[in-house]
Each structure stands twice: as structure tokens, then as C-alpha cells.
């Protein structure tokens, strides 16, 4: 077993899987999840614990004492927030894709068009300002940016149909500096909404040979291996 799955063998399949993997990890360890059997197992053995405990929480709260169940709370975290369904939590976004203005993007982002308001809001993590704003930008702009990170932010809000709305729109017009992004976060929406088909359709878009084309041949491998 690699160093890495020494790693992941004791927290990052349970943080992958809980959409808890800290900023930056999520890429390297969905990179590393393709070809290793063992931390797919782990990722499914995690979504699966995750449900059962979803459905069981209230029970065990009521079996414990109060000091006891407080503990299991604050061992868990956001884990019980999540959606029980392990398809609708492949949806989950543990880390959003950067804006760094100018240079982001092979294309120059306009950040006048974006809006300043609404992409300060974005890089400030508040994705409820941000859809606000974006949202209003958007009304008016063909920008794929515009509706690509305003999707991002209903994502982050768990608003997976408008999300999925606005990143269709981030797809066009086709070959723009957004698509391989907009298809991979497309393919999240979907599953967040459980809709295992079109999620899949829109990773197969992805470029293989692209940026993105690792990150959605794993989601893809992970979408198959629940629906097995």
C-alpha cells in the first residue's frame, strides 16, 4: 500500500465521501482513487456507514445519555447533514474552483462582467450573496463565467436544479474556457438530484485527455460502483 493510501486508508475516504476533504484534496485524492481498489472499497464502505447512520441517528440519540450522544454529534460533524442517498452524495462539493481574476482561465476573466460584488462575495465563501448577485449579472450576461460560478454557488447552497440550469448555460457558447469545468460540476448537479443518467452523459463529455478528464473518470468509476 502507497503512502497515500496509508493516508486515505485513515480519513480521506470518510472526508471524500462526506464532502468534508479539505480544499486542494479533493483533486489529488480523487487522482489517486482511479487506480486503487482499496480506498473505491473504503469511499463505498463510508457512503454506506453514512446512510445507515442518517436513518439510525435519532434512534441512537434516544439509546445514549446525553453526554454520549454529544459525543457521536461532534465525531460526525456534517456527516449526518448530507443526503442518505450515496448517488445524491457523490453530488457533494468539497472544495469550489478558484477565481483568481485575470489569470484563472486560458481566456481573461471580465471582471467587470462577473461583477465585482458578486465574485468578492464567491472568493469570500458566502454563496447565498453571491447566487444573489451572479443571479442578477446573469439576467443580463452571455458570459459562460457569469453563469458557471453562479452555478458553483447554487451548488454550495444545495439549489441543484437551478444549478444545473445555470451550468448548462455555462456551456455555451461550446469551446469556451469553462466547458470541461462546467460538464465535471454539471455531472454534480445531476447527482445531487439523482439523476445518475445525464450525470454520466456529461462526464463522458468531459475530455479525457483534458484537465478535467481524471477528476471525471473517477467520479464516473464512483457514480458505476454504487449503482452496482
Known amino acids: 500500500m502507497s503512502e497515500i493510501c496509508l493516508t486515505a486508508a485513515s480519513d480521506a475516504p470518510a472526508g471524500y465521501a462526506a464532502g468534508m476533504l479539505a480544499p486542494g484534496h ?28 442518517d436513518d439510525r441517528g435519532a434512534r441512537l440519540r434516544l439509546r445514549v445519555g446525553l453526554g454520549a450522544a454529544a459525543v ?45 460584488r458578486g465574485m468578492a462575495a464567491y472568493v469570500a465563501g458566502d454563496f447565498e450573496q453571491a447566487a444573489a448577485l451572479l443571479g442578477r449579472a446573469a439576467a443580463d450576461a452571455a458570459e459562460p463565467g457569469v453563469h458557471f460560478f453562479l452555478g458553483i454557488s447554487q451548488l454550495q447552497q444545495r439549489r441543484a436544479e437551478q444549478a444545473a440550469a445555470s451550468l448548462e448555460r455555462a456551456l455555451l457558447p461550446r469551446r469556451n474556457p ?50 452496482r
Open 72 to 116: 457521536i454529534v461532534l465525531a460526525l460533524g456534517t456527516a449526518l447533514a448530507w443526503p442518505a442517498d450515496p448517488v445524491r452524495r457523490l453530488g457533494a462539493v468539497g472544495s469550489v474552483p478558484e477565481f483568481r481574476g485575470l489569470d484563472v482561465r486560458s481566456d481573461p476573466d471580465s471582471v467587470s462582467a462577473l461583477g465585482d
Open 26 to 53: 479533493v483533486e489529488e485524492f480523487e487522482d489517486h482513487l482511479i487506480g486503487c481498489a482499496e480506498c473505491q472499497a473504503a469511499v463505498r464502505e463510508a457512503l454506506t456507514l453514512s446512510a445507515a447512520l
Open 178 to 227: 469553462y466547458e470541461e469545468e462546467a460538464l465535471f460540476y454539471l455531472a454534480k448537479a445531476r447527482l445531487a438530484l439523482g439523476e445518475t443518467g445525464a450525470a454520466l452523459a456529461a462526464l463522458a463529455a468531459v475530455d479525457p485527455d483534458g484537465p478535467q478528464g481524471t477528476r471525471a473518470s473517477a467520479l464516473a468509476d464512483s457514480v458505476r460502483s454504487v449503482l
